[in-house]
């Protein structure tokens, strides 16, 4: 049985190429590349509101090193991800 909108059941069964689940930042960006790369995708989530668990706690800046002087041991830190 395959679940879908709020709760119910349904005897529908459905054939995709590809699954993901959660439907937060990296989920929803990861089903967005495999669409974009041609293939079927499902998303599933169990909250109510997509990207409302973890998420929702960051503070969605990435730390690129674009904002600290050329060459400063920050900057370089950023770019080498340490």
């Not at 495999?34 to 990435?62: D, K, Q």
């Amino acid at each position: 049985r395959e679940a879908v909108a709020q709760g119910q059941y349904s005897s529908v069964m459905l054939r995709v190429q590809s699954v993901v689940v959660g439907a937060g930042v990296v989920g929803l960006a990861t089903a967005r590349s495999l669409a974009l790369s041609g293939r079927e995708v499902l998303v599933l989530e169990s909250e109510r509101i997509p990207g409302s668990v973890t998420s929702a706690r960051n503070s969605e800046v990435i730390h690129a090193g674009i904002y600290y002087a050329h060459g400063s041991l920050k900057a370089q830190a950023c770019v080498e991800g340490r």
